[in-house]
Antibody, heavy 119, light 104 residues
Framework: QITLKESGPTLVKPTETLTLTCTFS??????????VGWIRQSPGEAHEWLAL???????RYSPSLESRLTITKDNSKNEVVLTMTNLDPVDTATYFC???????????WGQGTLVSVSS | VMTQSPATLSVSPGERVTLSCRASQSVYNNLAWYQQKFGQAPRLLIY???TRATGIPARFGGSGSGTEFTLTISGLQSEDFAAYYCQQYNSWPLTFGAGTKVEI
């Protein structure tokens, strides 16, 4: 059974850097085709895909946010970390991590973590 | 760009509902549907346009091709009142529709 859980700060000040951790179980990111992505959902808005990392260290980023995002993984800890720089109040959202196998859909999602950006 | 319609659908239990999703360009069969209840994570319902995910009841059905897709719920049950989102995974960036809220 695959599970994922997001963790990180609930409140961040504008211009600060956000670091979110996705801790997962039920699969290994050292196994071929396995991947973990980050998606966010602002209040009243559509889901926005942010970044994705694969078993082979391939990374993909949303073009609109690529300059601010870094995604990394730690296979020994079963963790994926997303870093977003220069936060703005418009980045206030619930951030989800999700499992993806190959170039397909997200089959399992974490519960999400709400991040507010405010001074 | 994924466009869903309608934004909100008011229905009664037992009714059949049809939700639409349109892609700005062909996504071939790389189309998924998710259900999300308030405060919960999205749940995968359908992938590959019409394949139900594990444990998804048969009342959920997906259809369509190319750029036009439909999610049908036959015999709406109380637990089906939620928001539904389509997503294309054919090309980068991965994109989602804005969703259809199914309410009583």
């Amino acid at each position: 059974q695959i599970t994922l859980k997001e963790s990180g700060p609930t409140l961040v000040k504008p211009t600060e850097t956000l670091t979110l951790t996705c801790t997962f179980s039920g699969f290994s990111l050292s196994t071929t085709l396995e991947g973990v992505g980050w998606i966010r959902q602002s209040p009243g808005e559509a889901h926005e895909w942010l970044a994705l990392i694969y078993w082979n260290d391939e990374t993909r980023y949303s073009p609109s946010l690529e300059s601010r995002l870094t995604i990394t993984k730690d296979n020994s800890k079963n963790e994926v970390v997303l870093t977003m720089t220069n936060l703005d109040p418009v980045d206030t959202a619930t951030y989800f991590c999700a499992h993806r196998r190959g170039h397909s859909f997200f089959d399992t999602w974490g519960q999400g973590t709400l991040v507010s950006v405010s001074s | 760009v994924m466009t869903q319609s309608p934004a909100t659908l008011s229905v009664s239990p037992g009714e059949r509902v049809t939700l639409s999703c349109r892609a700005s360009q062909s996504v071939y069969n790389n189309l998924a549907w998710y259900q999300q209840k308030f405060g919960q994570a999205p749940r995968l319902l359908i992938y590959g346009i019409s394949t139900r995910a594990t444990g998804i009841p048969a009342r959920f059905g997906g259809s369509g091709s190319g750029t036009e897709f439909t999610l049908t719920i036959s015999g709406l049950q109380s637990e089906d009142f939620a928001a539904y989102y389509c997503q294309q995974y054919n090309s980068w960036p991965l994109t989602f529709g804005a969703g259809t809220k199914v309410e009583i």
